[in-house]
């Protein structure tokens, strides 16, 4: 029995793993006013049972720490990937600068401290990641070391394991700090808050009266051509209040009501071109047609055959005599056209006849039981894909610069997310089962890295590293304060964007956690995760970087 817990066997191993992990997630649900460590609390039991005698075999130890980062940053990358690109819209450009300007000053605010203290770059690294509560971005970092340097160096997990407790704090300190500093009025906020939402609004739904007499009987294709903006006219009623399906041959005439969906920007264009407003609701369209089998239906893509199929390649309304008037996809509502690719996943609001209807939902799958299924296919070339590209030497400064065992699979999910489906790969998971990839990856790298960094923790906070709080509260609050003056004071951001932003430039999920609550909407997840993949991607790129310019 006292080999099964000090011994070194793969039993063992398995047993330090599963102990150390499930005390760190007990102790994770403790709250010390509303803020927790979270799952950070397995890297503290892991140094602990190190520090008592529990270790594992370093070979087996860092397979599992590599592997678990792979796992969790994979697992980011396919979730964020479909956003990734559109993040520029909207104002993601100027969130994405802040949160790279959050980046870049920390990382020049700890070389600052490590000159002028003496205290050796990859220790900084390491004071750095925990600063900002960036695991990736230290599993990037030991990595490089290694690599580069042919031995790992514990003072790297050390400086994290220390910084990492008062980063979380300090993040949500500049937090408040912000809001009593510039006397934030959460009345005003909100009212701003409104005026956002309408400028993100995808898909609107109008009806429009008909009275362009230029265009009078010309069909809907036609109109669409000349008005050149993304709208779909999906019924017409006509004066006797009889109504009928539109498809690209429909004629349109003079007292014609038009059912139009269209982006939110884009409203008052076509309303302007094809007539005046009218005031019709949802149940004024579905139930005034006497045809009975006219019906709408949201219908789910399951099919991995559909995948990447773009509308034109269906023929849907040729064939069935239906008409698409939105996608849905990842909560977000696209207006269909010819061009658009389809995937896994994407729900589309079918209109129609019942028959035609219901065979568009026998092409396009429409089983939640298919989704329930993991594409594991995707999944390990993705990571092969990954760590093929991380391999690659990139820079020499003055030692080749990878992207590593955590930048490569992040960007080749990211990439994977996105364009996937031009190769027919099936990219949608769950939420539930990315959700357990991620844990599972990011707890057993904890778990490992507390496990590794154990033997000399003690020691090295009573000889020094004490200090190392100190530095790593520097590296959190300064670049984020800064920061945070310029958006509100200069670009005018919204207070809740902005929390969103400051949780989102430290991938920092407590962090995140307090700000929805303050908020009381989703306006910090939505900044969190418009600035999430650069700032992973960056967070990895510089810490690699910062390590071997030292070497």
Known sequence: MYSLFFGNSIAHAVLTFALVITLGILLGKIKIKGVS?????????????????MTVDNEVRHFVQEFGLILFVFSIGLQVGPGFFAAFKHGGVTLV????????????????IHLATGTPIPTMVGI??????????????????ADASGIND????????????????????????????LRVDFKKEDEGLAELANEHKLAEKVSVEFTN??????????????????????????????????????????GDRLWVICQAEDVEAVVAFLGNRVELTDEDWGNNTPNAELISRRILITKSSINGKKFSD????????????????????LIPYQGLELQVGDRVMVVGPAEGVAKVADVLG???????????ITIFVGIALGVLLGSIPLLNVPQPVKLGLAGGPLIVAILIGRFGTHFHLVTYTTASANLMLREVGIALFLAAVGIGAGDGFAEAVVNGGYRWIGYGFIITVVP?????LIARLWLKMNYYTLIGLIAGSTTDPPALAYANALAGNDMPAVGYSTVYPMVMFLRVLTAQIFILFAL
Not at 221 to 237: A, G, H, K, P
Request: net charge positive; charged share 15%.
């Open 154 to 181: 514990p003072t790297v997990a050390l400086g994290y394991a220390v910084a990492y407790p008062l980063g979380v704090v300090g993040i949500i300190l500049s937090m408040i700090f912000i809001r009593y500093a």
């Open 314 to 333: 269906l023929r849907l309304r040729t064939k069935y005599g239906i008409t698409i008037t939105r996608v849905n996809r990842a909560g977000m509502d």
């Open 213 to 254: 007499r230029i265009i009078d009987g010309r069909s809907v294709e036609y109109v669409r051509d000349l008005v050149n903006r993304q709208f779909v006219i999906s019924r017409v009623m006509h004066p006797d209040g009889s109504i009928t399906m539109a498809d690209a041959d429909t004629p349109i005439h003079l």
């Open 97 to 112: 600068s802040c949160a790279t300007a959050i980046v870049l000053l920390g990382v020049l605010t700890a070389y600052i």
């Open 366 to 376: 429409n089983s939640l039981k298919k989704l329930d299924h993991p594409n594991l």
């Open 128 to 145: 750095l990641s925990g600063a900002v509560t960036n695991t990736p971005g230290l599993g990037a970092a030991q990595q490089a070391y």
């Open 37 to 53: 460590l979270g799952i950070t609390w397995i890297l503290f039991v892991g140094i602990i049972a190190s520090h008592f005698g």
């Open 480 to 484: 984020i304060l800064i920061v945070a």
